[in-house]
Nanobody, 126 residues
Framework: QVQLVESGGGLVQAGDSLRLSCTASGLAFTNYVMGWFRQTPGKEREFVAAITWGGDTTVYAYSVEGRFTISRDNTKNTVYLRMNSLKPDDTAVYYC???????????????????WGQGTQVTVSS
């Protein structure tokens, strides 16, 4: 079965950096756009970033553009999210997700992603 396993979360101070990783198994990784979403209690899960199967196109939420970088290593079935200049507002559970998509722009809606990881907590203190 398909599994997405995130890692790399933790507790950091404002201004620090973190790199999240998500390793996929049970799917043909290069058939999938990979995305990152985040969620805080009582709020909807929101789009953060996504990357096409070949890595040539990335999209970001306005709130993270210029601070976060999404990348992927298809030889390792892994997608990364490098987060710089972290703010307390970035505190959330971060989820990676897979969208079956080799031809179109990356999706930004939850409903477009079929597979999800279990999430990793990122906490940014002020």
């Amino acid at each position: 079965q398909v599994q997405l396993v995130e890692s790399g979360g933790g507790l950091v101070q404002a201004g620090d950096s973190l790199r999240l990783s998500c390793t996929a198994s049970g799917l043909a990784f290069t058939n999938y756009v990979m995305g990152w979403f985040r969620q805080t209690p009582g709020k909807e899960r929101e789009f953060v970033a996504a990357i096409t199967w070949g890595g040539d196109t990335t999209v970001y939420a306005y709130s993270v553009e210029g601070r976060f970088t999404i990348s992927r290593d298809n030889t390792k079935n892994t997608v990364y999210l490098r987060m710089n200049s972290l703010k307390p507002d970035d505190t959330a559970v971060y989820y990676c997700a897979a969208q079956y998509n080799r031809y179109y722009a990356p999706g930004q809606r939850r409903s477009e992603y079929a597979f999800w990881g279990q999430g990793t907590q990122v906490t940014v203190s002020s």
